[in-house]
């Protein structure tokens, strides 16, 4: 199974809100990203998780706050967010190691599409 | 730093026509590529990866990818369009930072098939 799970599949929230994004894979994979997508752009990369420690953070605001529970879960707990921050978020997965491979195929989710009213 | 430039945003082709999908590779070392495709809607799934072990790299779909270094190119084709390969293509390269894998990605080029 290759499959990465996100949830929800959509979320409207308030600029005062607090909610949080969930994401879920069961490959065994020890590496987990998450990307944000604006409207006909490219992925760009938020954070990266190698083995539940937070490895990359690509000066995100802290309005974002990502957590790594375990190797099979990760989070994003959104804060205090702005309209420009609606987007398509995406978590991926890879394999993953003590040494990290340039080589791994990350698997996606399905995203799940945030707007901030 | 490592990148990937797409060669035209937008590529409309006819079914049953050639596809060809461009992306140069700047990087000072050998460069890890990868072709995704993202349909409407959906995450992204990889179509094919360059690891350099072979420079003709076939993926799913029908969808193949040539790693030229002289040319500094990885495109990639398809020899007959199907109305179910209109999607999003990304070209990106890999690289390692503290560690882990970090995928830089080129802006895209929409494939749209023409009946």
């Known amino acids: 199974d290759t499959e990465v799970t996100q949830t929800p599949k959509h979320l409207v929230m308030g600029m005062t809100n607090k909610k949080s994004l969930k994401c879920e894979q069961h490959?065994?994979?020890?590496?987990m990203y998450w990307y944000k997508q604006k409207a006909k752009k490219p992925p760009e990369l938020m954070f990266v998780?190698?083995?539940?420690?937070?490895?990359i953070n690509e000066s995100v605001p802290s309005r974002f706050s990502p957590e790594c529970p375990n190797s099979s879960l990760l989070n994003l707990h959104l804060h205090a967010l702005q309209p420009e921050d609606s987007a398509l978020y995406l978590c991926?997965?890879?394999?993953?190691?003590?040494?990290?491979?340039?080589?791994?195929?990350?698997?996606f989710g399905p995203g799940t599409r945030l707007t901030v009213l | 730093a490592q990148s990937v430039t797409q060669l035209g945003s937008h590529v409309s082709v006819s079914e049953g026509a050639l596809v060809l999908l461009r992306c140069n590779y700047s990087?000072?070392?050998?460069?890890?590529l990868f072709w995704y495709v993202q349909y409407p809607n959906q995450g992204l799934q990889l179509l094919l990866k360059?690891?350099?072990?072979?420079?003709l790299v076939k993926g799913i779909n029908g969808f193949e990818a040539e790693f030229k270094k002289s040319e500094t190119s990885f495109h990639l084709t398809k020899p007959s369009a199907h109305m179910s390969d209109a999607a999003e293509y990304f070209c990106?390269?890999?690289?390692?930072?503290?560690?882990?894998?970090?995928?830089?990605f080129g802006q895209g080029t929409r494939l749209t098939i023409n009946p």
């Open positions: 990087s000072s070392v050998p460069p890890y």
């Open positions: 998780y190698s083995y539940e420690k937070l490895s």
């Open positions: 360059y690891t350099s072990a072979a420079t």
């Open positions: 991926a997965s890879s394999r993953g190691g003590v040494v990290g491979h340039s080589t791994d195929t990350q698997y």
């Open positions: 990106a390269v890999s690289d390692l930072i503290q560690g882990a894998q970090k995928l830089v």
């Open positions: 490959m065994g994979h020890r590496a």
